[in-house]
């Protein structure tokens, strides 16, 4: 499938590594202006220790074909996220895509903290905070803060990263709290965007090879239908390219299901089976 973002202009938020990386590259293969969101700007210096910067990120995004742009960002504090809403919108003067990617509470896997998997009660009480302000809250403040310039350019898509904890219990308690909110945060979003034609939807990857889970496979054994983060990325890019996107606002999508949908592979050329089943035990609905 050929896919075409050319001229459209994207914010990744998250995207120093993992499946925000993944995404921002996606939408760079398509031809995207993306405008990188991330708090690394000094390799080695991120809390969890893993690699990655937005200045990569962003370099990676040119040489796939589109225009990266690093944008240091700490989606915890309003006044940047204002800030760089209105610096897109002098640079270009429109926002077609936003992807809400940004995530809280990894880092105990990857930053030396003794992990603990046991009951609510017995983790620490900063997980929520994590969980709730770095991932459901910055979602909400991106999308509102967003959301006029989105109105102004044209039909668009907000994409909230979220996963099968908004439908079933996966623990811990924190973690499928915060995506059940997620999915009714993108789900509320899109009946108040649904007359200005932006699109609004959650979309869960599978186990996504990202350098967390890379660095923790232990945990993630029994796991099936493992994903690289630019076949996520390359989903992603298909449903902001379809002309009739529309038809899906309010919904929560599986991105091997998008991918299907439209004929996108990962880099090995191949199509992850989604998880809808092993998760859920229901069958894939038509997309």
Known sequence: MTLSLVGKVALVTGASRGVGRGIARG?????ATVYVGGRTVVEGTAASRLPGTVQTTAEEVTALGGRGVAAPLDVGDDEQLRALIARIDREHGRL??????AWGGYERFTDGSEFNPGPFWEQPLA??????????????????????????????????LSSFAGQVRVPPVAYAVAHDAIDRLAKDMAEDLRPHHVASVSLYPGLVLTESVVANLQYFAD????ETPLFVGRAVAALAADPE???????WLVAAEV???YGVTDEAGELPDSNRAWITGDAVPPF
């Open 127 to 160: 997980l929520w905070d994590s969980m709730h302000r770095i991932g459901v809250r910055s979602h909400y403040v991106a999308s509102a803060l967003a959301a006029p310039l989105m109105i102004r350019s044209g039909p668009g898509l907000i994409v909230c």
């Open 96 to 101: 077609d895509i936003l992807i809400n990617s």
């Open 223 to 226: 796991q099936p239908n493992r």
């Open 259 to 261: 991918a299907a949908a």
């Open 27 to 31: 939408l760079g293969e398509a031809g």
């Open 245 to 251: 996107l529309f038809r899906l606002t309010g919904r």
